[in-house]
């Protein structure tokens, strides 16, 4: 059953780590600043980071380890999260933005982050 379980996770870490890659594409596409870097081809791990602009950066780490979410402004830690909770906020700021409106007046992206769960 463990054996099962173990095989299991190491599957949703590769499909995390997929949708990782394609949101930070998405991303970049949309004038964001953003990376996900993964060790290998195996798709095991990576690390996501996005700058919203202000100095405020969100990372993302996957990995046989766990999953991580750290939101930090200014240098500073404004939260961390781990497990579904990372993933949660991961799907919050997929949502924003999927459904951002841009602003015809700046080319700089626009994000609000009161939306975000804290």
């Known amino acids: 059953m463990f054996i099962r379980l173990a095989h299991q ?5 590769k499909d995390l780590v997929m ?8 991303l970049e596409k949309r004038g964001y600043i953003a990376s996900c870097y993964t060790c290998g081809t195996e ?3 990576a690390s996501f980071m996005v700058s919203l602009g202000d100095n405020h950066l969100i990372r993302f780490l996957v990995s046989d380890y766990g999953i991580t979410w750290t939101e930090m402004q200014d240098d500073r830690e404004l ?3 781990e497990g579904a909770e990372a993933i949660n906020q991961l799907e919050e700021l ?11 007046d700046s080319k700089a992206p626009s994000y ?3 939306l975000l769960v804290y």
């Open 112 to 114: 609000d982050h009161s």
């Open 79 to 81: 939260m961390k999260l």
């Open 94 to 104: 997929a949502n924003l933005v999927k459904y951002q409106v841009k602003s015809s």
């Open 9 to 13: 996770y190491r599957e949703f870490v």
């Open 19 to 26: 949708n990782l890659q394609a949101l930070a594409i998405v």
């Open 43 to 45: 798709l095991t791990s």
